[in-house]
DNA sequence: CCTTGATCTAAACCTCACTTGAACTTTCAT
DNA sequence: ATGAAAGTTCAAGTGAGGTTTAGATCAAGG
């Protein structure tokens, strides 16, 4: 058992990198839950660290923080998560994953064929001739379309 | 010779899929040059077509608006682009959709350890020690951790 | 000529994902 | 017991990437 369970907020930014302020802005979303000591500070649990960890990795896939609360929302109320309730969790982003690599895979393969031709033409290339312009919805940064922007930082 | 070589906004906007008002925000924003009728109204070469498809195509891959003007502001100042200027350029972007590609992979390939253990935790899965905390760039200001690896403990 | 639809500008507004600042309070090692 | 470091709330600000609105003007068909 470690000596203490519960970590502070300074901590959980420290291990997982995020900033305090975003752990906080987290917190207000409902991504995470913390404990109060008596004075009013937040403890959190040391499953919390994982759990920041998904949210960073699954935003990297490219999910809102909405689309994230949804994925934790399908974790066990009430008790601390298991490895199973992990694992299945975990899944679901590989799926994501996979679509994705499949995704670029494919405009991968029309570029190249752009490239051959030099055109990057709409209608010859069909490499915006696909769902992406159909999927044109409502107000807002065009990253939250979907699974498109894609927010994987960027290899220089 | 096309009997119309330019073309108005809402035919660029038509043929491109994307809203009139996002053009003349791109344009603002120097990623897109107009010529004017003696009215004011902006004319647009149809080898603009070409280059929105390609804005469009680059913000996929996680180019942020600045980046694609960085990679658009190597075309020839003067000319029309020709073929293999749109290949050179191109042929960026399909360096960046392999590194991309071969990122996602390192990340199904870990996460599929993850799975295995159920852990998701930063010692051990590696799922979060890796080039991503430097090379945060995300949607939104995230600033850039400063390295503490070594204050990473493991998770429960 | 006249109408109709496309286009113009400028400024305001929007969402997302955070950060910053002000003004305090709590914790904890000495 | 004390002082620095870390924590608190709430409101407002930031930046990317656009959209919306309003009122005026342009271009083209009849």
């Known amino acids: 058992m470690h000596r203490t369970d519960l970590i502070a907020i300074g901590e ?10 975003a752990i906080r802005f987290y917190e207000a979303k409902g991504l995470l839950a913390a404990l109060r000591t008596g004075g009013g500070q937040r403890r959190f649990l040391r499953a919390d660290i994982r759990r920041v960890s998904f949210i960073l990795i699954a935003q990297q896939m490219g999910l809102s923080l909405d689309e994230v609360a949804d994925e934790l929302a399908r974790l066990p109320a009430g008790r601390t998560p298991n490895a199973a309730d992990w694992t299945r969790i975990s899944t679901g982003l590989r799926a994501r994953i996979d679509a994705r690599i499949a995704a670029l895979s494919r405009t991968r393969e029309l570029l190249d064929q752009c490239i051959g031709c030099g055109c990057l033409s709409l209608k010859k290339c069909g490499l915006y001739n696909r769902e992406d312009k159909a999927a044109q919805r ?19």
């Open 12 to 21: 959980l930014a420290a291990r997982t990198g995020v900033a305090v302020s």
């Open 138 to 156: 409502g107000a807002g940064p065009r990253y939250v379309l979907g699974d498109r922007a894609g927010e994987i930082a960027e290899v220089p």
